[in-house]
């Protein structure tokens, strides 16, 4: 190791002045900093600099650096995007922008009920909104994202249940198929349903068919991935029920403004994406997963993660906050743990909240019924355009299937076009689901304009032509 | 130079605002903003946009949220954000694990740009050049650091960086058909927990290693429990304790003698940057939280991220897709049939890894070694003084230099005086730093408490920190009373956490707790 000649002053890096250095290894009674390494072998050391980049060691030159490559970045404010599949393009109030950068909360951590007060309080708050979304009462920490709280859930409901076998739909994302193949594999085993390939629902009958005593739950999506609002949610759930299973639903949760509440239709466990409520995209960084579940014993003692939950102080009306559940987790359950938490998504989780106390019950219904006029509407137009078709018959909420097997081009020869034009088509989904052929999965959202769908099917009329 | 001895905050008290509930807020009516509007070219084609919605589909009832004008959304979490102890406001060491380091703010401006924040995770390989660039050449720097071949940065957490590891253990011995065989990892005690849990809900039985009377994990323990059946070992180092294992390549080498894959959680690496790495202790796979050591902010427990950096003949298993160069252009490899999936959807927190990169490109190597040594520094000289407080004790490796962290004890003051850990930390929090973390479960150090002094504090932090744990041991001698009835100047009054440990009383939402009626 080499004992630097010249002093190293970072601004990032107080105790470099040689002074008090020095001072400091006065007080230890070490010679040189060096020393503090006695316990490091020689030969598990680095005996060189490490071969990084040498730094810009100004903020303007590093602000230069990082500005410059994201400018290479095309961005979905200049472009007009239809990307959606798990990632939607909504609208972010500068309020929750503003919120959720603010020091206090963005460098905060695992401080404890005392010094992290309005952390814990923003974070019941919208546990409880959320709650009133879904028409659940209890919620437990956020997770990572959708797919992992549909993995948890379904751990859950087979813990609830004792029993190893799990349903979920074939019309899932692929994704999110891998993603709970790898998280669940070890706890159940996992069986998919079919769907109707013309209107995009469960198939009620194969659902009859694979229902058996030893399913602990059925799984399924509100919107699915390929967009359609499950009509069937209620037999569904009660079909789960009458086999002694749980009904677990994921749901897409800027649609409960005007979808029902999974409440409504019988679900004992609810997951989903927060996103979509005040996060930006941010490359995907921007997802939060929550699993909801009834308020009951059963259920709370087998949540996946710890729990905000509320109570009181020595002060009448003056609520305090803390962690319940804590000894069920990961953290104290080590080798017997039955799922695992830890720095997951706090920051977005009190973003929805914020989200959703600037919405309301006015703006969440105004805002799915304008995705939902809108998803129309953009189905409309391009079924005006020659070539292009729709297959599935079902509502969509914000996202459909476009098949172009008319147009005599494939997905990606047609999103190339389109990128050429200032458009990003829509998730190729020829790979994944062979079955339709060369169909993309559009997303329309409330920021997406009448322009922008027109200007849409313009450019697709001019590529398939 | 000031003497932060001197500095005590007799006077701090935390910003008490008895804020209101949200769901207690607001009038009938109030609107908080206006999503963008339909408009009437759209209106007039589609009509009802409710009427093709399968009527049992329909929300019937509007969700109770409350209805609340800008101002006061805005009034309410600004004064929620006064009531937390960011890093940014306090001298953030007692949260040891956690590497509570300055996050600096030219990331946090960065990251809200357009080409970060509102790009899509789809979007063609050619529209996102800029952010694959980084990410890729971010991977290139923890490589280097780790001194592993390939990289991933999907988990959007430790643990699930950790789940990656037992994840591509388990691929490992499966593509040589090994994986019914080999049914057990092992770990240690002073290990994260996530090192046991994650590998179990993988599926495997874990072995657990105790640490012998030096602090260390129990070498002969390890080699007997090696066998045909090990998969591996996941084990950070230096543990909880701050304590460098200098043994740490016998470890590797006698599960690799077995056939067993090594895993290094290098949550704990603030002080080896540069210094050391995974390789040369002979690890496999390894896994670093770039939300503590590499600057990215916690942001309350989330979003983070784990960068998963493995020997080449384990980049097969990855999880997918990973982002490679071809010499001109950035691209997405999904073709890669061995690997475990995905355990994160899309590429994970690139906005963390953006802002992981922005410090790394600050420091440079000098930068990043005088980063972990200053670490190392910060935490020796205040190990130096805490250990002359009354009732203080760091059990383990006597006369020994810890790295970047120590676990403490309070076990002669609870002895002498009654008070322990947990009175400890409600008290410190009266003058002005944040909780202390005691340690993660169980409790093999008594009354324990656990410290992590980064690069980020300076001499005059130390001496402040020191004179807070000083006053509470010389209260906790003189008048405990204010102690076990602390905490005084907080944002709070003292709860009534009893009700947090009956489970028929927890409540997580407003409408849970109006019908608990407690």
Redesign the interface.
Known sequence: ?ST?EKP?V?P?????AP???E???K????GS?????????D????HR?????????S?FD??K???????????????V?F?G???W?H?V?A?C???N???????????????????Y??T??A???????IG???????T?????AAGSSLLMAARIAGRKEVLVPRNLNP??K??M???C???VDIVPVEFDPKTGLMDLNDLKSKISAKTACVYFE?PSYLGV???N??EISRIAHENGAQSVVGVDTIS??????PS??GADIVCGELQPLGM??????G??GFVASR?E?EY??QSPSF?????????EG???Y????WENT???????????????????V?TA??Y????????????G??I???A??AM?KLAGVKGVTMPLAG?PFKEFVVNFDGAGKTVKEI??AL?GKGI?GG?DLSKEYPQFGQSALYCVT??I??DDIDKLAESLQEVVK | ?KDGSKLLRENFH?MRW??P???EM?TKG??????????E???S??GD??A???A?????E???????S?PH??R??????????????NI?LG?GT?T?????K?N?????????????????E??????L??IY?FG??IK??S?MDAFVFQG?????GV?TNA?IIRAYHKSRGEAEKRNEVI?TIFSH??N???P????YK?I?LYPDPSGYPDLDALKAALSEHTAGLMMTNPEDTG????R??EYTDAVHSVGGVCAYDQANANG?L????AR??GFDLAQF?L?KTF?S????????CSAVAVRQEFARFLPLPTVQFDGKKYYLDYDMPDS?????????????V?RS???????????????A??A???N??LA??LLKVRGVSAPYAEG??R?QEVRYSWENLKKETGIGTEDV??RV?DFGV??Y?TS??PWIVPEPFTLEPT?????A?LDEYAAIIERVSSEAYSNPEVIKSA?HN????????A???D??N????????V?KG?
């Open positions: 190791m630097e190293f970072h990032y890096i107080p105790n470099s002074e008090v250095r001072e400091m290894l007080t230890i009674g070490v900093d060096v020393d503090l390494y006695r316990e490091v072998p030969d598990l050391r680095l600099k490490l071969d990084i980049p040498a730094p810009f060691v903020e590093l602000r650096h990082i500005e410059g490559l994201l400018a290479k970045n095309k961005n979905c404010n200049d472009y995007n990307l599949a798990g990632c393009q609208f109030p309020v922008d503003e919120i950068g603010r020091g206090e909360f963005v460098t905060a951590y695992a401080g404890h009920a005392y010094t992290d007060h309005g952390k309080q923003a019941f708050e546990q409880s909104m959320i709650g009133e979304l659940m009462d209890a919620i437990s920490f956020p990572y994202d959708w797919s992992t994704d999110k891998m993603q193949n790898n998280f594999r070890a706890a509100n609002i499950e009509a949610g209620a409960l403004g005007v979808l029902a509440p409504d239709y930006h995209m941010q490359y995907g960084g997802l939060s308020d014993v709370l003692e729990l905000v939950a509320i109570t009181k102080t020595q002060c003056e609520w305090g803390g962690w319940a559940q990961s953290y104290v359950q080590r080798d017997q743990a039955k799922d695992f938490t830890g720095t997951t998504t706090a920051l977005w009190l909240g914020v959703l106390a600037l919405m309301g019950p006015q703006g969440m219904r105004e805002v019924e304008t939902i006029s809108k129309q509407y409309g509502t999103n190339k990128l990003f998730k409330e920021v304009s009448k | 130079m935390g008895n804020e509930l949200i769901m607001g109030e609107r908080g903003v206006l999503p963008p509007q339909l408009e070219g759209i209106k084609v589609v946009p409710m093709k919605v399968p049992g589909m329909r929300r019937k509007p969700p109770k949220l409350p209805e609340i800008q959304v805005l309410h979490y600004m004064r929620l954000s006064q009531e937390v102890m960011g890093c940014d406001v953030d949260l956690c509570m380091k300055y996050s600096p030219v946090e401006q960065l990251v809200r740009l357009p080409g970060m924040s509102d790009i899509h995770p789809l979007e063609d050619e529209a996102v050049q800029g952010m660039e980084i050449n290139q720097i280097e650091v001194g959007g957490g430790g643990a699930q789940f994840s770990t927990p996530v046991a849990a994650t179990h809900v993988s599926g874990i657990t304590i460098y294992n200098p740490v390549r080896v540069g210094i050391a790495r040369e202790a939280n939300h600057s902010p916690h942001g309350g427990m989330g979003p983070g475990i999936g995905k355990v994160r959807a899309f590429l994970g927190n690139m906005q963390v953006l990169y922005a410090w790394a490109m600050s420091l440079g190597p000098e930068g990043i070694l005088r980063a040594r200053t190392v520094l910060n020796n000289y130096s003084k020994k230099y790295l930390d409600n929090v944040n909780s973390f993660h479960e690069e980020s504090y300076s001499k932090d905490p907080s944002s709070i009054p003292k709860m009534d956490e009700l947090l440990h489970v028929k927890i409540a997580t939402t407003w409408r849970a707790w019908k407690l």
